[in-house]
């Protein structure tokens, strides 16, 4: 049976919350729901859609660089848009990060918990091999 394993980094934000920001689990790497927290202040970053996209991505390319993988093997992704209006912009900032084919994704308006984020971002990803 797989063990269970808690993936920390210092290059990704810590919230306090009572959550890992991931778990790998045998070849499966479950990531947490990520805002637009800078790693080095944990103050929200970016202040429109694209710029907290990119920061969300970058955040959870540190937590599965950790774990041992990246995003090209992403198999599930989960994104929180605060506003309808800004799912354009989020593509395009979305699309940098998966040129090709990226992983199967839902995508649905809610409010996220903190003011001043605009999208949350869960992925889960494969391990390389």
């Given at each position: 049976?797989?063990?269970?394993?808690?993936?920390?980094?210092?290059?990704?934000?810590?919230?306090?919350?009572p959550?890992a920001?991931?778990l790998?689990?045998?070849?499966?790497?479950?990531?947490?729901g990520?805002?637009?927290?800078?790693?080095?202040?944990?103050?929200?970053?970016?202040?429109?859609?694209a710029?907290?996209?990119?920061?969300?991505?970058d955040n959870?390319?540190?937590?599965?660089?950790?774990?041992?993988?990246?995003?090209?093997?992403?198999?599930?992704?989960?994104?929180?848009?605060?506003?309808?209006?800004?799912?354009?912009?989020?593509?395009?900032?979305?699309?940098?990060?998966?040129?090709?084919?990226?992983?199967?994704?839902?995508?649905?308006?809610?409010a996220?918990?903190?003011?001043?984020?605009?999208v949350?971002?869960?992925?889960?990803?494969?391990m390389?091999?």
């Open positions: 049976m797989p063990k269970r394993e808690v993936i920390d980094t210092a290059r990704a934000p810590h919230t306090g919350l959550y920001q991931a790998r689990y045998g070849d499966l790497v479950f990531v947490a990520q805002v637009a927290l800078d790693p080095k202040t944990n103050q929200p970053s970016g202040g429109e859609v710029a907290q996209t990119r920061r969300v991505l959870i390319s540190a937590i599965l660089e950790q774990a041992g993988t990246s995003l090209a093997y992403a198999l599930d992704s989960l994104v929180f848009l605060r506003s309808a209006s800004d799912f354009d912009a989020f593509n395009d900032a979305y699309r940098a990060y998966f040129p090709n084919d990226g992983p199967p994704r839902t995508t649905v308006q809610a996220v918990p903190r003011e001043g984020f605009l949350e971002i869960r992925i889960i990803a494969g390389p091999g």
